[in-house]
């Protein structure tokens, strides 16, 4: 398989994750942040998998960088906050915070590629969320990992 065949499975994977998670975050809060845990888990698989094979230094710290936010983001998701969930909202915001500059960074080498600003976006949308989980803002959790899918799953298929 080519490696951008990777990229574009990580994309699909992450946005079918948040629209399924937008559908209907209100009834089912608990059901949102499972379906967002583990499509941030394959999705970081399939990221790590697309950094494990790319050949470029910057595209695979990059790449591994956001793998890595993805699966430890999803498994806590998936294994549920310790104690009262600030340890949850820090680690949200933290790695929300750390994917967007990921992104950012990772798009810097296509600065001249037309679809430069989706990346930017995703990347600046990431950085948002997670700075509107640090200060407390009450968002409804499924609505912001949700969000983070799309931007995700939209940066990785451009």
């Known amino acids: 398989m080519k490696n951008w065949l990777w990229w ?11 629209v399924l998670g937008l559908i ?9 942040t499972t379906i967002a845990g583990w499509a941030l888990v394959l999705m970081g698989l399939l990221q790590g998998r697309a950094a494990w094979k790319s050949s470029a230094f ?7 960088l956001f793998a890595a936010a993805g699966l430890f983001l999803g498994l ?7 104690g009262d969930g600030t340890l949850l909202r820090w680690l ?11 992104k950012l960074w990772i798009g810097r080498r296509y600065q001249t590629d037309p679809l430069f600003w989706a990346v930017l976006v995703a990347g ?12 407390g803002v009450t968002l409804q959790l499924g609505v912001i990992l ?3 899918l799309l931007g995700s799953g939209a940066a990785l298929i451009v």
Do not use: C, H, K, Y
Not at 26 to 32: E, K, L, R, V
Not at 76 to 82: A, M, R, V
Not at 92 to 102: C, D, M, N, R, T
């Open 124 to 135: 600046g949308l990431s950085v948002v969320l997670g700075a509107l989980v640090l200060l």
């Open 76 to 82: 806590s998701l998936l294994i549920g906050p310790i």
């Open 146 to 148: 949700s969000l983070e």
């Open 24 to 32: 209907n975050p209100n009834a089912a809060q608990i059901t949102s």
């Open 8 to 18: 574009l499975l990580a994309g699909l994977v992450a946005l079918m994750g948040g």
């Open 58 to 64: 910057r595209e695979r710290a990059g790449a591994a």
């Open 92 to 102: 949200l915001g933290g790695l929300l915070g750390i994917g967007g500059l990921a």
